[in-house]
Structure formats: structure tokens, C-alpha cells
């Protein structure tokens, strides 16, 4: 049975970069201030949703809500097997918390339509709460499963999964459609197909169209270059807060009852050391753990 799937991913600040400038005087991050990248557990939460394309069929639709620069984690997910991409982008959408976000993201999801799976990231790195997942669920009134690290089962009705918690393993069942989201450990992301790449390459929102028309010059207008995207269905839509049914008080920082007070820079200083064997286990397991800890990758 083929599966409607969801996922919701996020391009996050590299906070591996922090310095003075990261903070902006309404308590939001300043993100123009850091490299962006694609949050590092979203892309285990698309790979999962792509494992299960893949085995049962259906389609994996990729959903991200930030400024216009957030395309580029969409063309990612296009490149590594997406099939279809939308970006929620609006002034309005600016500076919210989890509560602000996750309810722009659960009206979006319900015009988007019947779903069987959403799949999320555990948490992004650049707040660490974890609380957008559960809350998009609660929004949509449906079940959720978190720490999802394995698919143990899936047929029409319901699905089984095996969750990594700190001491151990559990496995649950729950009734479709339901929402997961899913850790580091559940799987490899698979890297950009090269094919993909070449075939959207030129994959672009309607707000890169100032941009694309000064490097295309044969584009005379917005329109031809519109005309040419979508024909090509390499239009990336853009949903604003007029396109949602939403109540926009309850939107971006205006919607937020929850604002950061300060930012402490923490020095960490060691006290113990780490003798790694010289051969290919011990620099292996040194890569793993750089990994696992987001040092490196």
C-alpha cells in the first residue's frame, strides 16, 4: 500500500559558529550572523520517509518554514528524492516560538491534505526544545511517536516502531496517521543524487525570481521566467500567511509568548583525555563520535 508522507524539516544557523553577533535586541537569532545549513536530524527524518516510499511507494512531501534562503535545504531534499517541496515564508512568520510555529505549520499541513505520516527531526539544533513536533501533533488531533529510531511494521492501519530512549529500547504501536519524529541513530542520510541535482538545478521560489533574471539574462520578464519554471515543475510555491487559514495574531512574534532572555557563551575545559589506537578502528570510532556529537559532518 502506497504512503502519503510528510516531512518537516528546518534551515538552522550553524551553532558551531557562535560568536557576539547572534543575537538580535528582540531576543531572536540573528541568523543572517551564521552560516545556514540543513538541520542535521531532518535529513534522518526525510531519509526514513524516503525508506518507505521506496518499499511500499507513495509520496514524500517536504515542508520548511523560514525566509527566502530556506530554499535551499528544499532543492536539497529535491536532489535527495523528495517529490514535491513547499516553503512557508512571511514576514508575519518571524521571531516565533514553538507555540507560534508549530501552529503555522499544522494549518499548512491541513491544506496540504490527507496524510498517513509526518515525519520530523528529534529537535533542531539551533533551539534544542524538541517541542515543535509534539505540538504540530496536537494541533492536527493526531498520535505521535518520538525517539523513533526503527519502522518495525507498517500496513494500512497502523505502524510499529522501535524507539531508542536513554536506557534502552521500546517498541509501540500506533493507529495511522500519526506523527514521528525520528534520531540521529535511525539511519545514514543518503548524500544528493547527481542526476537529481542536474534535473532541478534550476528548481527556484518566486522571491529568487530578482535574482535568477539578472543571471538569466535571456528571461526578458518575471512572467517568461515563471512560465518556464513551472512548465518544467520547477517552481517551488511560496504559502504566506494569506494563503493559510490562520488567525494571525497567533503568528511570529506577536504570537509568541515565549522569548529568549540571553545568551551565555560556555566554555567547556576538559579534565580528562581520550587515548585513541592508531589502526582504522580506533580513527573509525573517532569519527563516529565527532559525528554524533555534530563536530564534524
Known sequence: MPYTSIVLVKQVPDTHNIHGDVMKEDG???RAALPAIFNPED???LEMALQVKERYGGTVTVLTMGPAT??????DALYRGADRVILLS???FAGADTLATSYTLARAIEKIGAFDLIF???QAIDGDTAQVPPQVAEKLGIPQITY??????LDANEI???RALLLGKEIVKCTLPCLLTVVSTANTPRPPSVRKMIEYKLAATPLEYPTLLQQWREFESVEKLDAYLAARNLKIPVWTADDLPVDHARLGLNGSPTQVY??????????????IPANAEGIAALMHELVKEYIVG
Do not use: F, H
Not at 262 to 275: A, G, M, P
Open 262 to 275: 540571553k545568551v551565555n557563551y560556555v566554555v567547556l575545559e576538559t579534565t580528562e583525555s581520550k587515548e
Open 120 to 122: 520530523c527531526g528529534r
Open 43 to 45: 535529513l534522518n527524518a
Open 70 to 75: 530556506a530554499a535551499e535545504v528544499l532543492r
Open 28 to 30: 531572536t537569532i540573528n
Open 148 to 153: 523513533a529510531e526503527t519502522i518495525v511494521q
Open 160 to 162: 510499529v516502531v522501535e
Open 90 to 92: 512571511d514576514r508575519r
